[in-house]
């Protein structure tokens, strides 16, 4: 992954020496725009463009009459990684949840940070309504038995199931995109209950 700062001291050296190679400047901001929309941690998108994402998708919606669902998922025990091995093996717990994700995702734009803490995620579901939804559901649930977190070092290796809350609701052509983001957050939020 490219370094934002470094691009920027490259457009702005280009630009201050009065450079006439404006593809090489044009290049450069392309990638600066492909970064900045990066989570750096996990290498997929960033909050603000799973908000412009999500919009987006309503947009459609809206014009075909093609329903999307959204999902929001938590990395389960993300604190207990931190806490009894270290923040590196949390991140790389979140790392290995971002990987198995996009393994089953159609489109790997439509994965991205989402929420209030590090260890979430959203992901848009196009043209998938309910159904569509509930079966993408079971399949994530049926690979996670199969996916295991490996970490360790070369005398202790550590093996640990990938675990993740979700929850998901499905937008109708002209509904509230707002209203669909709480239902996923609070399914969400009561699969964390039911487990504790």
């Known amino acids: 992954m490219v370094n934002i700062e ?6 702005s ?3 201050y020496l009065g450079s006439p190679n404006k593809d090489l400047i044009k290049s450069y901001l392309d990638l600066i725009r492909e970064q900045s929309t990066l989570d750096p941690l996990v290498g997929v998108r960033n909050r603000a463009y799973g908000e412009k994402a999500l919009l987006q998708a309503k947009q459609l919606s809206d014009q075909t009459g093609i329903p999307f669902s959204f999902f929001m998922f938590d990395v389960v025990d993300l604190k207990y990684y931190n806490n009894r091995y270290s923040r590196k093996i949390g991140d790389l ?9 996009l393994r089953y995702s159609r489109h790997k734009d439509d994965l991205f940070k989402y929420g209030e803490s590090a260890d979430e995620f959203g992901q848009i ?3 998938a309504d309910r159904e569509a939804a509930d079966g993408y559901k079971k399949r994530i ?4 038995d199969l ?3 490996k970490f360790g070092h070369k005398f202790r290796t550590y093996e640990s199931p990938i675990r993740l809350h979700m929850g998901h609701s499905t937008y109708f052509p002209n509904s509230d995109l707002d209203n ?3 239902e996923a957050n609070e399914m969400m939020n009561e699969t964390k209950t039911q487990r504790n």
């Open 125 to 127: 579901l196009r043209n």
């Open 13 to 15: 050296k280009e630009i």
């Open 93 to 101: 717990a979140i790392q290995s949840a971002a990987d198995f994700l």
């Open 180 to 182: 669909v983001i709480l």
């Open 141 to 144: 649930h049926q690979a996670m």
């Open 6 to 11: 470094e691009l920027v001291e490259l457009v």
């Open 147 to 149: 996916q295991k977190l």
